[in-house]
């Protein structure tokens, strides 16, 4: 009969020390048990992370043994028109192949050859990094445009300028740059100029691999100027599909039926005169 009164001795000799104790027991337990259910959460997280990863690996599979088995011909898309389409006509495009298709149901309205993009990368000091490629997928015609003109991104200049062995050098409005015998390179309204001494200011005339070069810079001119649009590149027609990307003529026919744009579909120019003509907006694009 002594425990309940030496229990009683403890806590009336220990005072506050003997409180702290208890209480940091109390403390540790629960902690003991939080870890335990932190871990067996992680636990539970790494599991379905693996149990995901183990049924992409198995779709992913699946898919690639039926691309083999096709040999990427896309017969099996052609033979077949997709349930959601009724009777829309829809264009397909083949990147292995380097052929187009438009169809209504299984009838092939038009077939021709395109070139698509290289896959190739382009690396600028910085980090800056581009990859040209088709992007696959489901795409819509979402306009249609007479005489595109193609405003070239920062990657053209890039391209173009180790090409020719030129350091890029990049124009801002409102500042001019000196070229020699009191003439500058300058913005005038949405002009790219070259500015005399006497006043004289003779626009840019530019192309794709006509651009402004002064001594070892390549000039970068501002988006909002004529310079910075480049007209024929494109063709005549374009079938815009969003987000820089179309299906367009060319001023490279040589190009058709191989991996040689930075993205976008080429045709011949008489081929998206046919197809401008006949495809309407909104048409299914299928890019595989």
């Given at each position: 009969?002594?425990?309940?009164?030496?229990?009683?001795?403890?806590?009336?000799?220990?005072?506050?020390?003997?409180?702290?104790?208890?209480?940091a027991v109390v403390a540790a337990v629960a902690l003991a048990t939080a870890q335990l259910q932190k871990?067996?959460?992680?636990?539970?997280?790494?599991?379905?992370?693996?149990?995901?990863?183990?049924?992409?690996?198995?779709?992913?599979?699946?898919?690639?043994?039926?691309?083999?088995?096709?040999?990427?011909?896309?017969?099996?898309?052609?033979?077949?028109?997709?349930?959601?389409?009724?009777?829309?006509?829809?264009?397909?495009?083949?990147?292995?192949?380097?052929?187009?298709?438009?169809?209504?149901?299984?009838?092939?309205?038009?077939?021709?050859?395109?070139?698509?993009?290289?896959?190739?990368?382009?690396?600028?000091a910085g980090g800056t990094r581009w990859k040209f490629e088709t992007p696959r997928g489901r795409l819509?015609?979402?306009?249609?445009?007479?005489?595109?003109?193609?405003?070239?991104?920062?990657?053209?200049?890039?391209?173009?300028?180790?090409?020719?062995?030129?350091?890029?050098?990049?124009?801002?409005?409102?500042?001019?740059?000196?070229?020699?015998?009191?003439?500058?390179?300058?913005?005038?309204?949405?002009?790219?100029?070259?500015?005399?001494?006497?006043?004289?200011?003779?626009?840019?005339?530019?192309?794709?691999?006509?651009?402004?070069?002064?001594?070892?810079?390549?000039?970068?001119?501002?988006?909002?100027?004529?310079?910075?649009?480049?007209?024929?590149?494109?063709?005549?027609?374009?079938?815009?599909?969003?987000?820089?990307?179309?299906?367009?003529?060319?001023?490279?026919?040589?190009?058709?039926?191989?991996?040689?744009?930075?993205?976008?579909?080429?045709?011949?120019?008489?081929?998206?005169?046919?197809?401008?003509?006949?495809?309407?907006?909104?048409?299914?694009?299928?890019?595989?």
């Amino acid at each position: 009969m002594t425990a309940p009164s030496e229990s009683r001795g403890f806590f009336a000799s220990g005072g506050a020390d003997a409180v702290l104790c208890v209480l940091a027991v109390v403390a540790a337990v629960a902690l003991a048990t939080a870890q335990l259910q932190k871990a067996r959460a992680a636990r539970r997280e790494r599991d379905l992370t693996q149990a995901v990863y183990n049924d992409n690996a198995d779709i992913l599979a699946t898919v690639r043994a039926q691309a083999a088995s096709a040999g990427d011909s896309l017969d099996k898309v052609l033979a077949a028109t997709p349930d959601s389409l009724g009777d829309q006509p829809y264009i397909v495009i083949s990147i292995a192949e380097n052929r187009l298709w438009y169809k209504r149901g299984s009838t092939v309205l038009f077939r021709t050859r395109v070139a698509t993009g290289t896959g190739k990368y382009l690396e600028r000091a910085g980090g800056t990094r581009w990859k040209f490629e088709t992007p696959r997928g489901r795409l819509v015609v979402i306009r249609k445009d007479v005489d595109p003109a193609w405003v070239p991104p920062d990657w053209h200049y890039v391209e173009m300028a180790r090409k020719l062995g030129k350091r890029l050098r990049r124009l801002e409005g409102g500042k001019s740059i000196p070229i020699g015998g009191g003439a500058v390179i300058a913005v005038t309204g949405n002009d790219v100029v070259t500015r005399y001494p006497d006043g004289r200011e003779v626009p840019f005339e530019v192309m794709e691999g006509k651009e402004i070069t002064v001594g070892r810079d390549l000039i970068v001119p501002p988006m909002n100027t004529n310079q910075r649009r480049y007209v024929g590149t494109l063709g005549v027609n374009r079938l815009y599909l969003g987000e820089g990307y179309g299906i367009h003529g060319t001023d490279v026919p040589s190009s058709i039926g191989r991996g040689a744009s930075h993205g976008c579909v080429r045709v011949r120019n008489e081929d998206i005169e046919t197809l401008f003509r006949i495809v309407p907006i909104g048409t299914p694009v299928y890019i595989y």
